[in-house]
C-alpha cells in the first residue's frame, strides 16, 4: 500500500461542477508519443467498496496499457522488508518518546486533538512525528470505510495480475518513506498537527474529494487540497514538487518506447502548476486531459 500519499487528503469544502454540463473531465491524462501514448491517471490510495463501479474510462485506459506503473512496484511489495523499515525510520529508540519528540507545548496541541479525534496517543509513544501521523490519518479513514484495499492501485493490480501485465513503479518503498523520515523534526511537526487538527470533518471532507477526483475536477483539488500543503513549504518540496520533477524525466523517457503505459499516481501529483501534466508542458511536451459525455 501507498504509506506516503494517504496524508494528502486535507480539508475539502465542497466540489464544485453543474450536472448540466454537456462533458465532464476526468482524472486521467493522455500523452502521445511518436509510436506510442501514456496515460496518467489520478489515484485516491484508500477507497470505499461504494465508490465502486469507477467510470468507465478508467478501464479503457487499462485495457489500452501494455504496461502499468505506480508510484510504487505493488506486485513485488515484501511485507517484511516494510516492517524492518518501519521499525528502522519510523519508530524511536527506547529512552525515546513521542512527547519528546515533540516538546511540550507542541504535546499539548497533540494530547487535545488526539482527544477530540477519540485517537489512543499512548499507541503512538514510540512513533517519530511522520509515522504517527500516518497512522493516525489511517486510523480515521479506516473509520468511514475507507480502506487501501479498495484504493485505485490495488484495483488493478487485481486486474493485472489476472491479465498477466507487466507491473514496475517510480519509486522504492525505502525512498517513499525516507521522504518523510528526513524530513525536518520541525517539518514532522507540523504533519502531525495538521493531521490531528484538520480532521475534525473527515467524512464530509471525503465524500466532498472523492466526487470531486470522479469528475476530474483539477482546479478544485488544487484549490482546496494543494493549497493546504503548500502552506508547508518543506513538507510541499520534498513529498510533491521534486518527486513530480523526478517523474517528468521517467515519463519523457517512456515516449520513445514502443509500448502502451498506464502511470497511476496520487491525483495530487497531476493538478496546479508543479503538477507533472503541467511539468510536462513545460518541455513542449502535449497533454490532453480526457472527457467523458454526460448521460
Keep these: 500500500m501507498n504509506q506516503l ?9 465542497i466540489w464544485g461542477g453543474s450536472l448540466a454540463h454537456a462533458r465532464d473531465s476526468l482524472p486521467i491524462w493522455k500523452i502521445a508519443g511518436a509510436t506510442n501514448h501514456i496515460y496518467l491517471m489520478g489515484s485516491i490510495h484508500l477507497l470505499r ?5 469507477l ?5 479503457d485506459a487499462y485495457q489500452d496499457a501494455d504496461s502499468i506503473i505506480m508510484e510504487i512496484d505493488m506486485d513485488d511489495l515484501d511485507p517484511v522488508q516494510a516492517q524492518v523499515l518501519i521499525r528502522k525510520l519510523g519508530l524511536l529508540d527506547d529512552d525515546e518518546t513521542l512527547r519528546d519528540e515533540m516538546g511540550a507545548e507542541l504535546y499539548e496541541r497533540t494530547e487535545r486533538a488526539a482527544a477530540e479525534l477519540d485517537i489512543p496517543l499512548e499507541l503512538l509513544e514510540k512513533s517519530r512525528p511522520w509515522l504517527a501521523a500516518m497512522t493516525v490519518e489511517q486510523l480515521l479513514l479506516g473509520r468511514f470505510g475507507f480502506d487501501p484495499q479498495f484504493g485505485v492501485e490495488m484495483h488493478m493490480l487485481g486486474k493485472a495480475a489476472e491479465d498477466g501485465k507487466e507491473i514496475t513503479g517510480l519509486e522504492t518503498l525505502q525512498e517513499q518513506f525516507e521522504f518523510l523520515a528526513t524530513m525536518s523534526l520541525d517539518a514532522q511537526r507540523d504533519l502531525l498537527l495538521q ?19 470522479k469528475r ?18 518543506e513538507l510541499y518540496t520534498r513529498i510533491v514538487r521534486d518527486r513530480n520533477i523526478a517523474w517528468r524525466g521517467q515519463i519523457t523517457k517512456l515516449l520513445k518506447d514502443d509500448k502502451n503505459y498506464l502511470v497511476i499516481v496520487g491525483t495530487l501529483h497531476l493538478v496546479g502548476p508543479d503538477g507533472v501534466p503541467a511539468l510536462l508542458k513545460q518541455n513542449n511536451i502535449a497533454v490532453e486531459q480526457l472527457t467523458t459525455t454526460a448521460n
Design 49 to 53: 467498496e461504494q465508490d465502486y463501479p
Design 195 to 213: 493531521t490531528l487538527e484538520s480532521n475534525r470533518d473527515l467524512q464530509t471532507s471525503m465524500n466532498n474529494v472523492v466526487g470531486a477526483w
Design 5 to 13: 500519499s494517504r496524508l494528502l487528503v486535507f480539508v475539502a469544502l
Design 55 to 59: 467510470p468507465a474510462a478508467f478501464d
Design 216 to 233: 476530474g475536477d483539477g482546479a478544485y483539488l488544487e484549490k482546496e487540497l494543494l493549497q493546504d500543503i503548500a502552506d508547508y513549504p
